[in-house]
């Protein structure tokens, strides 16, 4: 008999060994479930909640401990909202490394009835079921304890904790723990014995190629029984290709300190199947065409991560390899030779109805409908964005476009400043036609502004159930904890105690309909997991960081979510296309006045930025620091060269004023000076006579004057001789 003793039971019934899939019914997919809803039973997540429901029902506290994607969250959610008697009331809750041991606390002790004095619990009657999930990510304190997993061991073998403003002791009744973890490293803490000698441990082991197979390919399979039979047959094949990619990939691509985010598990897996499952039967309707799209999705899932071009090339060869080999198709009719694949929903233009998920071959045609959408974006904005669109642009866009149109779809954006990560992502929100929520950090911005702002979003999501693109930036960290809330929306749609006692009411008469339309008890617990459903469905978060750092390690590792639950998008160096047009764009918002020589200045500046970013390399290689060339770098070269050009040309044209005035009064004042000059030449005849009647004059009044002086003498004596005579 193949396989493990894990994979067999006995039958009570008969006294023989049996396979835990003969043990239940075969699942059929329900039409109308969503990729995420989809839960597809196998030999270990049959026998891992078979023990879950022998341990809870007979009040024995379980530990499920394995790695990332193994399912223990999706099992354990499962059997404790679906499967379990009326009397046992779920709370779901999660740790972070931010958590304190107040918020768990805080958290529990608000689901708390009093019975009776220093008793509390779930209402008469009822048990509840309290799962913690990422129950080891809190971080160690001084000592080594990490309050959170203490309060919990406090719980379970105390059976209380101590109220914080009395510091009574308060007996908590009718509650059995389980646990979900990973095991220690990359962020998780080691837990103390003292708390696993009260658990139950189960393992959850690597899902084998067989049970990821049987997953995958009853999904797949249900979906692509519309299509022509040309593509429905090759269900099985691209699962098996998926299946050897995958573990190729997880094998030979490691996380280093340089690629943190280089860790890959079964998600990976299901977001290659989710995105070929985006395709239209009317569209889709021969082999070559269903391989475009897996190849297509292949490169979205792992390709859009690589750091640098080496990664890259390496892993579109094994693409290549995987195309050839396990699907049988010739490489060359299932990838463009520019490398570059587009597929997308958004080639009808706004309002389109139904919107066709569809591969665009025509490049000149994609950049046309961009800058219309772009130039609408503008039209309708507050700020308009005076953006470029160079094909590497388009790509990203096409790129979280195709991520926000998927239910649960979330990006992690990663690049340097200035690459264009949060533009970009407005436009792919218009192109969408979602909302956009943002953040705006002022002075004295603090948990209370934080936390009311998240509660707008979350309910714009789940409530009026629209879809929402909510973009923050690690710029806008004011403190940690709003990345740990972050993760949480990402993890589970929920941040414990966010919200007030009426708000709950509206969510409980928004979702009461949910329950009664998948026949489900509207318990409180089941109307709020309805309301989760739909925040998770409606709210897209765009994480743009910076992986320049410690910090962005730090992050990646203390909040697993940020990795685990969103699609990645490196912006690689823009390339020579990028710098070219971005530099032409820059140097004919006016007339330089550069003429011929326009092209030469804008291949002068691409040059340089791609010697600068060469010589950065180098000192690396040589001194071991770096030297970061951004984007940010290329737009503060352009513009301080307009801004120097203008200013020395305004220095220039001041002294060309300056001389041309100098030159100008010379000449007129050359002028005035000729015109006297001749005036004098024609006034000296007229000077001359003037001359002689002057030199005449003087001998008359000579003359004159003699005579006037003989007869003061005649005048002298007259008076002198009447003057005697009076005497």
Known sequence: TAGLVYDYCIDLTTGKWVEWLTTVEEHEISGNQSFAEMVIPTKDSIRNIFLLEKFLTHRFHVMCIGPTGTGKTINIESYLMKNMADKYVPLVTSFSAQTSANDAQKFLDTKMEKRKKGVYGPSAGKQYIIFVDDFNMPQREEYGAQPPVELVRQAMGQVGWYDTVTLDFKKIIDCTYVMGMGPPGGGRNPITERVKRLCNIVGYVEMDEASQKIIFNSILGHFLADFEKDVSKMSSKIVDATSIFYNKVSNDLL??????????????????????????????????????????????????????????????????????????????????????????????????????????????????????????????????????????????????????????????????????????????????????????????????????????????????????????????????????????????????????????????????????????????????????????????????????????????????????????????????????????????????GLGEHLSSVVDMFKVVHQVVEQRSEDFLNMLGRRNYVTPTSYLELLSTYIGTLGVQRKRVAGLRDRLGNGVEKISSTKVQVAAMQEQLTALQPVLKVTQGEVDEMMVQISADKEAAGKTRVTVEAQAEAAEKKEK
């Open 255 to 592: 996380p280093t300190p340089v690629k943190p985010h280089y860790t890959f598990n079964l998600r990976d897996f299901a977001k290659v199947i989710q995105g070929v499952m985006m395709a239209h039967p009317k569209r889709c309707i021969s082999g070559t065409h269903i391989v475009r799209v897996y190849v297509h999705e292949c490169y979205r899932v792992f390709r859009d991560r690589m750091i640098n071009y080496t990664d890259s090339n390496w892993l579109r060869d094994q693409v290549q390899a995987n195309v050839e080999e396990e699907l049988g198709f010739e490489w060359g009719k299932c990838a463009p030779e520019s490398d570059r694949l587009f597929f997308g929903n958004f080639m009808e233009g706004l309002g389109a109805d139904p919107k066709i998920y569809d591969e665009v071959p025509d490049l000149e045609k994609l950049t046309n409908v961009m800058y219309e959408y772009l130039s609408d974006y503008n039209a309708e904005s507050k700020s308009p964005m005076n953006l470029v669109l160079f094909l590497d642009a388009i790509e990203h866009v096409s790129r979280i476009a195709r991520v926000l149109s998927q239910p649960r779809g979330n990006c992690l954006l990663l690049g340097v400043g200035g690459s264009g990560r949060q533009s970009l992502t407005r436009l792919a929100t218009f192109v969408s036609e979602y909302q956009i929520f943002q953040v705006e950090i002022a002075k004295g911005y603090g948990q209370n502004e934080w936390r009311e702002d998240l509660k707008q979003c979350l309910m714009v999501a789940g409530l009026q159930n629209k879809p929402i693109t909510f973009l923050f930036s690690d710029v806008q960290i004011v403190f940690e904890s709003m990345v740990e809330d972050i993760n949480n929306i990402l993890n589970s749609g929920d941040i414990p105690g966010i919200y007030a006692g009426d708000e709950e009411d509206q969510i409980m008469n928004a979702c009461r309909n949910e329950c009664q339309k998948k026949r489900i008890a509207a318990t409180k617990i089941n109307i709020f997991a309805q309301y989760l459903l739909r925040v998770r469905k409606n709210i897209h978060v765009c994480l743009c960081m910076s992986p320049i750092g410690e910090a962005f390690r730090t992050r990646l590792r203390m909040f697993p979510s940020l990795v685990n639950c969103c699609t990645i998008d490196w912006f690689m160096p823009w390339p020579e296309e990028a710098l070219r047009s971005v530099a032409m764009d820059k140097m004919t918002v006016k007339d330089m």
